[in-house]
């Protein structure tokens, strides 16, 4: 997945431990019970994440095992049968998870990292197995047509079924998972700890859900029956029966469409783009809320042609409706070459959508911009309020603007 | 395993001490798997596996590869003894000297498409293992023509050899003439018309890569057969 601008970065556990203000470090996955003011929270939310005992397989000095043997995580603990694959003559298998339908023989891994046969059985290695978790605003997702002002209890596992060039958090995507220091909350624990921290959702994020999707899918339900909603933010590279399966469980959708050209989606993202659209047809039909992240990336993918077509792809197939956010890139992982999004180009691609005729289009990751704002089709009025994440005015009511009494599509409450 | 042991004990002779040698691969159990036993400090020669001291946090890229380097390549290593074993594998065509370095990366599964080409070859391009990379053994004893890379009794084979070159190339090449020469010997099909002959091979011989020489009429194979 795409997390760009440090809005979306998962914090290293092993790196924040020196901020005292960090309350939500756990030791066995279990959060600090701290009393924030919603202030000092999100002030805490950026720095936050798992940490505890983990910190010290993280931290490594030396390459001298003697030294620093590191905790071994119990693979049996995270280890369940994939629910997405078909069985192959000779022990093989045949993933059918993502459209990249790795072909996995007999003790070897697919593309992702975090499914392995063994004796052609296929499994996840990452079920219950959190990397990483934070308590987050919605808006950093981002989600401004969903519960604004609200908090999602935010995690991911190990692993990514692309290798995007950008990504700002690949050293948990791009890693398999007894790399990563990880700690085991299964469904129920993950439902326990969103409810003790307020949070009205679970958001499967940071790294790609496609690629723990049983995880998800179970810890959906615990939530559920909690009363907790679930929302995934993924780049929507998956076959139909698995998202209609997984993503199927899930109350909102954040894609990233990381380009309109499947050139840019096989060069810088090592995927494709038809697959990702058909996501998003599917993810409509299935009348699920759905919004739209496009990062802009300098030369790559911010063509005047490309982002005018992108918006009459989304008018055409999606409707005028659909949450877009052009969201501002920053040098990271392999592409450390291409500078900073100019904000112009932000504004560009934004006055493109609208002028095609997209109602809500917003600027990411540049915090003040009016564009993160959300304004009333019809009267052109501010509705939402909003500077980075944090919401300084919410005014519609009953899902209309307060003014024109025009419907704003969305899950504006609870 | 018996050839590991007998490559630390002629270092030994040659007056290396035991405990800096380090006999490694990418997972302990895996290590385990293979009959060796986890050594770690004093005096004997050292046997671990990368999970033990982890990769280094930067990147280190060179054409399509972006991977994070065994902690024991970077820190423990001045001088690299690359031992493969000889073997067929359903992706890459054949997994010999080049592939083995997908050992001492931190993300192998992502360089699997395309049939590992050219990830292979630019996984060998890394400064650190081109640097470091000196002697190429590749245990042949029992080798795999089919099914490969794991282990399948019914798709083995006793070569009793051992191939040895400096020429990581040379050597890729010469033993996946001898897996072709197996498979037409079982009646079964050149890997090019599986669609997976090891094109990475080539590769790695080109102008951008240059890790050496694919081109069979250049390479001298000596062969020397012990009692």
């Known amino acids: 997945m795409q997390l760009n601008g440090g809005l979306q970065t998962v914090n290293r556990p092993a790196l924040d431990r020196t901020n005292p203000e960090n309350p939500i470090e756990t030791g066995a996955a279990a959060i600090s019970s701290s009393t924030l003011s919603r202030r000092s929270f999100l002030m805490c939310a950026a720095s936050a994440g798992i940490a505890g005992d983990i910190l010290h397989a993280a931290r490594r000095s030396a390459a001298s095992p003697e030294l620093d043997t590191p905790r071994a995580q119990d693979d049996a603990l995270f280890t369940a049968e994939a629910r997405f694959y078909q069985k192959l003559p000779n022990k093989r298998i045949k993933c059918k998870l993502c459209p990249r339908e790795c072909t996995v023989g007999d003790r070897e891994r697919g593309y992702c990292g975090v499914r392995e046969n063994r004796s052609g059985v296929y499994y996840t290695l990452v079920h219950s197995r959190v990397c990483a978790a934070h308590v987050d605003p919605v808006e950093k997702k981002p989600l401004f047509h969903y519960l604004p002002g609200s908090l999602a209890f935010s995690l991911a596992t190990a692993g990514c079924n692309v290798n995007c060039k950008f990504c700002q958090n690949w050293d948990i995507s791009q890693a398999r998972p007894e790399q990563v220091p990880a700690e085991y909350i299964p469904p129920k624990r993950v439902a326990e700890l969103a409810a003790q921290w307020h949070c009205p959702s679970i958001a499967y994020t940071y790294s790609e859900p496609v690629v723990f999707s049983e995880f998800l899918m179970d810890a959906a339900d615990a939530g559920h029956e909690a009363g907790i909603r679930s929302i995934v933010v993924s780049n929507g590279y998956i076959q139909d029966d698995a998202l209609r399966a997984a993503y199927g469980k899930m109350d909102a959708v954040k894609i990233d469409l990381k380009a309109f050209s499947d050139s840019y989606y096989q060069k810088v993202v090592t995927g494709q783009l038809k697959p990702v659209l058909d996501t998003l047809v599917a993810l409509r039909k299935m009348g699920k809320w759905t919004e739209i992240v496009y990062l802009v990336v300098p030369t790559l993918n911010d063509g005047d042609g490309e982002i005018g077509g992108l918006a009459r792809w989304v008018k055409q197939n999606l409707g005028t409706d659909v949450p877009l956010h052009f969201t501002q890139f920053h040098p990271d992982y392999l592409l450390k070459n291409l500078p900073i999004t100019p904000v112009p180009t932000l504004e560009r691609a934004r006055e493109i959508a609208r002028a095609e005729g997209l109602h809500f289009v917003y600027i990411g990751n540049v915090p003040g911009h009016p564009a993160e704002n959300t304004y009333c089709p019809r009267c052109q009025r501010v509705l939402v309020e909003r500077v980075g994440f944090e919401i300084r005015q919410m005014l519609i009511l009953k899902g209309a603007c307060p003014y024109c009494k025009e419907t704003i599509p969305g899950m504006w409450h609870a | ?178 897996i072709e020469r197996k498979r037409a010997e079982q009646g079964l099909k050149t890997l090019a018309a599986e669609d997976r002959a090891p094109r990475y091979i080539e590769t790695a011989a080109d102008a951008e890569h240059r890790l050496g020489n694919n081109d069979q009429r250049r390479i001298v194979v000596s062969e020397k057969h012990v009692a």
Not at chain 2, 125 to 143: P, S
């Open chain 2, 1 to 178: 395993m018996q050839l590991v042991e007998e490559i630390c004990a002629r270092l030994q002779e040659a007056g290396i001490r035991p405990q800096d040698i380090v006999i490694w691969d990418r997972d302990s159990t895996e290590l385990e798997r293979a009959g060796f036993r986890i050594r770690t400090g004093g005096s004997q020669v050292q046997c671990f596996g990368t999970d033990r001291v982890g990769f280094e946090a930067d990147l280190v890229t060179f054409g399509s590869v972006g991977s994070q380097l065994s902690r024991i390549l970077t820190q423990r290593c001045d001088v690299l003894i690359n031992v493969p074993v000889l073997k067929d594998h359903d992706g890459a065509g054949v997994s010999i000297a080049l592939k083995n370095m997908y050992g001492a990366i931190h993300n192998p599964n992502k360089y699997h498409p395309n049939g590992c080409d050219p990830y292979v070859a630019d996984v060998n391009m890394l400064q650190e293992l081109r640097a470091k990379l000196r002697l190429h053994i590749c245990d042949a004893t029992t080798a795999c023509f089919d099914g490969g890379p794991a282990f399948k009794p019914e798709f083995t084979w006793r070569p009793n050899a051992l191939i040895v070159s400096e020429d990581p190339v040379a050597l890729d090449q010469i033993g996946w003439q001898m």
